[in-house]
């Protein structure tokens, strides 16, 4: 398997235990977590010239991509200033 970019792990360092411990207690944030991995993948499957996609297509994703990391990112500073 190739590396994929953008993986939650590579974009949050920092946060493994965090991000893990969110997606085993929190459902919202699980489903949010497998959604950026699932329109990840496909990005990459994109840029990669495996699966086609118009530009619109492709734009619209990657602007998915960026709100639920945007979503992800809130709730983790919000889990560590709890736990802090």
């Known amino acids: 398997m190739t ?5 939650l792990a590579a974009e949050f360092p920092d946060d493994h235990e965090t991000l893990h411990t ?12 497998d959604t950026y991995h699932e ?4 990005i990459h499957r994109i840029e ?6 118009s530009d619109e297509a492709f734009s619209d994703l990657k602007r998915q ?3 639920l990391k945007d979503e992800i990112a ?7 200033r709890a736990v802090a």
């Open 3 to 7: 590396h994929t970019p953008h993986e």
């Open 22 to 33: 969110l997606k085993v207690s929190n459902p919202h944030f699980a489903h949010l977590a």
């Open 48 to 53: 990669s010239l495996i699966e086609p996609a």
């Open 74 to 80: 809130a709730i983790i500073a919000a889990e560590r």
């Open 65 to 67: 991509r960026v709100n």
């Open 39 to 42: 329109i990840n993948r496909r």
